[in-house]
């Protein structure tokens, strides 16, 4: 790798890559095939729905309407990565002049940024916890 490449990907960036995105493709992987199956089973079980209980048919399809709106909702409130990025920066930055830092006693304030970027990171971790356990609340409860 050349100098400039070396210098501008820091081993934090690479540590959260491999970390977090590498999970996501990992996800995206296992879960591929349901993008092309789930829709074929939702027309099937409304046709079978509708074959042997007519209007009633309309509630489990409802609900399945209702949980697919609420997925799209699910992906866009959970931002931890992004948090998750902002403090590995930050301590990056930290880290590469800490000589700096050291020589104008700026370790309370860099303490105080950190400590409140990381009970951001901590608020949005118990949120998406709170969220998945409702999803699954919900997912389970369907069948």
């Known amino acids: 790798l050349s100098l400039y490449s ?7 960036e690479i540590t959260n890559l491999l970390a977090n995105d590498a999970n996501q493709v990992q996800f995206v992987a296992v879960f591929f095939n349901h993008l092309w199956i789930a829709p074929i089973q939702v027309i099937l079980v409304i046709f079978v729905f509708w074959y042997f209980v007519k209007y009633i048919a309309f509630i489990a399809i409802g609900y399945t309407v209702f949980l697919l709106l609420i997925q799209p909702l699910y992906s866009r409130i959970t931002k931890i990565l992004q948090i998750t990025d902002e403090r590995l920066k930050i301590m990056s930055e930290i880290i590469k002049s800490m000589r700096i830092v050291k020589m104008y006693c700026w370790e309370t304030a860099f303490i105080h940024k950190i400590c409140l970027i990381r009970k951001r990171e901590i608020i949005q971790y118990t949120f998406y916890a709170i969220c998945d356990c409702i999803q699954l609340i919900f997912s389970y409860n369907y069948t």
Do not use: F, L
Not at 6 to 12: A, D, E, P, R
């Open 6 to 12: 070396m210098n501008s990907i820091t081993s934090g």
